[in-house]
């Protein structure tokens, strides 16, 4: 019976560009499962999943929310993501935790920048997929060139099993391939056959169908030779390739007009995985537990919110059960859960447990941050935490009243236990206190709502980027000596090192031979190395960088861990300002689209900014640029190009790595 029950359990996220339709496919979801009575609008401000006044004021989606609804006797837990490249490590979090995910694309714009950024986050986490071609009501909107942009720019296959009734103005409902069905809404859901104007055209993209499923799937390829596929085979054929990651199944509609919500949710029940369906957790010992309410109690946290009621702590539950004022092994500490709510954005309703598969808030942890494992105290289990992105965008901030301080470090403090790709630091020249994100939106969504919280003002300096620096050329045989004596047992270490560039990251090695240096002293110049990356000669990170212990030297009684450890340090901090160091700065890539008769001033301006024109692409009468382009050369793009465009042009940028500072160069020590 509880294997049946887990059965009937989708978890599974949202996940699309900005303004691809993501929050009102949700509020439609909720609608059609009954969930809420009144459809939700986004511009209106009347969504249940984007409640944040910012949210709602923004009209974008700014924190992962969760709901619950039922559906043909299953449950579905859904994440609302956001779809603005400042807010991607909210949609890391939510993956990390999620089985499933519906990929939302517009019928028009087809793949966009930030849809390809959460594609691919979706396959370093292996959740399977399915698409929703959306807005297909839309002047220009074309489901055949989506379903290209999706095989070209995603690299999987698209296995489209709809076939739209109308265009446009005109786009009533669709055909299912599948069962070759036509489903209209008028306005609400009427099955019937296929209309005789589109029944050959049905017959052609159902075979098409078959000879793409049958390419991928063995057993599906014998029954295509004995004559074509029956329903009931191609249904757990797509079933099959979408749980293993081998095709995408595409569908249509228009989330706005509400057509197409049935039947996409008929197909997150029939194709995407329950809990039972996936892997087991592993924990980081290599320790498996499957999703059985029997087994000991694990879950992950994979978001923390603090209320006007409390805080809640949003976790994942993995295996066996959790009743309510239950004690949990928290990072090393029992705690007791005080209540366990089932999440209806922020609505919440009391149950008395939750079990493998479900996502819950709790109440009453103390402790628990996001990516700590809570799981039974008489069996321990650590869980691969999810891994936050680097911070690459910095501002300094200080209270308007000097009164306020206080109050501004605990609201910084409440910021990062809720969203852990916020840091704060203090600038040791200034004295500033420095917050860093991942863009310019969300440092000032932070920034108001730490403001908003605890009912104080804040200033805000002007956005800074986060350099980096990295070793152009090292050198070889650099010889360190660490000698103090200040009476007493004094330290020495002699290290010999080379220093050499890396493509990325930092490697240490070691050639020593002989038992010159002692192996605990070994690791002990390699943490000293580590500590010197935190700044270089530029003042800033060094990344790109590969050190080898070649020689050294100990004294019977002065050399101990802590000398060898200095000598790294000092050493490799040495080494580098005799070698040549390269400024590295983080690159975005810009899309624009704007008027065709804008382009000229567009491509000036990108030009002067130090952008690297990638390619350009006629599309309904817009032009759409892709350039790689300084981060810290856009900000304030957006007024800039409004006043270029008269309003007309929109962009957006993700962060794509490091590169030369442009008119750096190597600069020698």
């Known amino acids: 019976m509880r294997t049946t029950t887990l059965n009937a359990v989708r978890n599974l996220g949202i996940l699309a560009h900005v303004d691809a339709g993501k929050t009102t496919l949700t509020e439609r979801v909720l609608f059609a499962t009954g969930t809420t009575y009144k459809r939700g609008e986004v511009h209106d401000g009347t969504t249940v999943t984007d409640f944040d006044p910012q949210e709602r004021d923004r009209g974008i989606t700014i924190f992962a929310a969760a709901v619950s609804c039922t559906w043909d006797g299953h449950r579905v837990n859904l994440i609302d993501t956001p779809g603005h490249v400042d807010f991607s490590d909210e949609v890391e979090r939510s993956l990390r935790v999620l089985d499933g995910a519906v990929a939302v694309f517009d019928g028009v714009a087809g793949v966009e920048p930030q849809s390809e950024s959460v594609w691919r986050q979706a396959d370093r986490h292996g959740v399977p997929r399915i698409a929703f071609v959306n807005k297909l009501d839309r002047a220009g909107a074309d489901l055949d060139q989506a379903v290209t942009s999706i095989r070209t720019r995603l690299h999987t296959v698209p296995l489209v099993v709809q076939l739209p009734i109308g265009a446009e103005d005109g786009f009533v409902g669709v055909v299912d391939l599948v069962t070759m069905r036509a489903l209209t809404w008028e306005p609400s859901l009427v099955e019937g056959p296929v209309p005789a104007t589109l029944l050959a055209e049905a017959q052609r993209r159902r075979r098409m169908l078959e000879e793409a499923v049958a390419e991928l799937h063995p057993e599906a390829l014998e029954e295509f030779f004995d004559g ?86 949003y976790v994942r539950v993995y295996s066996g059960t959790l009743h309510k004022g239950e004690s949990v092994l928290v990072g090393g500490r029992i705690e007791r859960i005080g209540r366990i709510l089932r999440v209806q954005a922020d609505r919440h309703t009391p149950v008395e447990s939750a079990v493998a598969g479900d996502i819950v808030a709790l109440v009453g942890l103390k402790s628990a941050r996001t990516g700590t494992t809570l799981c039974a105290p008489t069996a321990p289990l650590l869980l691969e935490p999810p891994v936050s992105a680097e911070p690459v ?22 910021l990062i236990d809720e969203d852990p790709s916020l840091q704060v630091r203090t600038d040791t020249e200034t004295g500033q206190t420095v917050l860093s994100g991942l863009g310019e939106l969300h440092l000032e969504v932070a ?73 605990e002293f070994v690791r002990a110049v390699e943490q000293g190395c580590r500590d010197a990356l935190a700044e270089g000669p530029l003042g800033h990170p060094v990344t790109g960088l590969r050190v080898t212990l070649t020689d050294g030297s100990t004294h019977v009684k002065d050399s101990s861990e802590m000398a060898f450890r200095t000598a790294g340090r000092m050493g490799l901090r040495e080494a580098l300002k005799a070698g040549a160091m390269t400024l590295l700065e983080p690159i975005a890539e810009v899309t624009v689209t704007v008027p065709e008769e804008y382009i000229g001033g567009v491509l000036g301006d990108l030009g002067a900014r130090r952008g690297r024109i990638l390619g350009s692409e006629a599309r309904n009468g817009e032009t759409v640029v892709t350039a790689s382009v300084p981060l810290a050369e856009m900000f304030g793009y957006v007024t800039r190009l409004r006043s270029r465009t008269q309003g007309r042009g929109t962009f957006t940028a993700r962060p794509t790595g490091y590169a030369p500072a442009y008119n750096a160069g190597p600069l020698s020590n």
């Open 447 to 519: 920034v108001e709502k730490a403001s908003t919280s605890h009912r104080i003002e804040i200033t805000m300096g002007r956005p800074r980027v986060a350099y980096r620096e990295t070793l152009a050329s090292g050198v070889k045989g650099f010889v360190h000596r660490h000698v103090k004596q200040d009476g007493g047992s004094g330290q020495f270490a002699h290290v010999v090192i080379d220093t050499e560039p890396l493509e990325t990251g930092f490697e240490f090695r070691s050639t020593v031979t002989g038992g010159r240096v002692p192996q």
């Open 228 to 313: 074509g596929l029956s329903d009931d085979t191609l249904r757990a054929a797509l079933r099959d390739l979408t749980r293993q990651g081998a095709a995408t199944v595409v569908l249509c509609g228009s989330a706005y007009r509400n057509r197409g919500i049935e039947p996409l949710l008929d197909a997150v029940i029939a194709y995407l995985p329950s809990p039972v369906d996936v892997p087991p957790v592993r924990g980081v010992d290599g320790e498996e537990r499957q999703a059985d309410p029997d087994a000991p109690f694990a879950a992950l946290v994979f978001k923390v919110n603090a209320t006007a009621t409390g805080r809640l702590t």
């Open 393 to 414: 965008v910095s501002v300094s901030v200080e209270a308007r009243a000097s009164a306020d301080t206080g109050r501004l470090a605990e609201a910084l403090a409440h």
